[in-house]
T-cell receptor, first 114, second 110 residues
Framework: DAGITQSPRHKVTETGTPVTLRCHQTENHRYMYWYRQDPGHGLRLIHYSYGVKDTDKGEVSDGYSVSRSKTEDFLLTLESATSSQTSVYFC?????????????FGQGTRLTVV | QKEVEQNSGPLSVPEGAIASLNCTYSDRVSQSFFWYRQYSGKSPELIMSIYSNGDKEDGRFTAQLNKASQYVSLLIRDSQPSDSATYLCAVYTGGFKTIFGAGTRLFVKA
């Protein structure tokens, strides 16, 4: 696997609680992404980052925020978890934005909101 | 209409056969096209990328792109049980926008 580590790998949390997922890379890639994967929907982009402190929204960003204070770390926060945010979350990194080759994905975090 | 459509399958082929996976997309300005393989419970892994019309071969895999028909396919020759996975089609349309299909499950019978 490429040098991407997601933590935690599994989490169960209660509705209304904040949750933070971490993505750590050792590849020094500039671009980082958070996706969620749900049955029948494929991977959907939540937020992305194109550099330290440079982030923007993807197609399903409501209820999520991100931060990137270092090149290697990209955090995804669910401000107040809801059952609709139960999903598998993947972090991805990319070196080449021009062709947007999200070539490397982390192992995923399975989040259950009860 | 979904922006990237794939038949969800499962597509079942016998070992040694050719598996053909198809994907259509709706945005004509799409620039780059990718196939990812995802084993159950694992993360997607990029296996092929194609940027221009025609065929691109890599080992047992061939990607085919037809921009006029807005169609991209993946052929797997000499299919093996280890090829059993979900195959995701992804289409890059510009900026930071890559659209993923929901995937086709492939099952290769030994």
């Amino acid at each position: 696997d490429a040098g991407i580590t997601q933590s935690p790998r599994h989490k169960v949390t209660e509705t209304g609680t904040p949750v933070t997922l971490r993505c750590h890379q050792t590849e020094n890639h500039r671009y980082m992404y958070w996706y969620r994967q749900d049955p029948g929907h494929g991977l959907r982009l939540i937020h992305y980052s194109y550099g330290v402190k440079d982030t923007d929204k993807g197609e399903v960003s409501d209820g999520y925020s991100v931060s990137r204070s270092k090149t290697e770390d990209f955090l995804l926060t669910l401000e107040s978890a809801t059952s609709s945010q139960t999903s598998v979350y993947f972090c991805a990194i990319s070196e080449d934005r021009a062709r947007n080759t999200e070539a490397f994905f982390g192992q995923g975090t399975r989040l259950t909101v009860v | 209409q979904k922006e990237v459509e794939q038949n969800s399958g499962p597509l079942s082929v016998p070992e040694g056969a050719i598996a053909s996976l198809n994907c259509t997309y709706s945005d004509r300005v799409s620039q780059s096209f990718f196939w990812y393989r995802q084993y159950s419970g694992k993360s997607p892994e990029l296996i092929m990328s194609i940027y221009s019309n025609g065929d691109k071969e890599d080992g047992r895999f061939t990607a085919q792109l037809n921009k006029a028909s807005q169609y991209v396919s993946l052929l797997i020759r000499d299919s093996q049980p280890s090829d059993s996975a979900t195959y995701l089609c992804a289409v890059y349309t510009g900026g930071f926008k890559t659209i993923f299909g929901a995937g086709t499950r492939l099952f290769v019978k030994a």
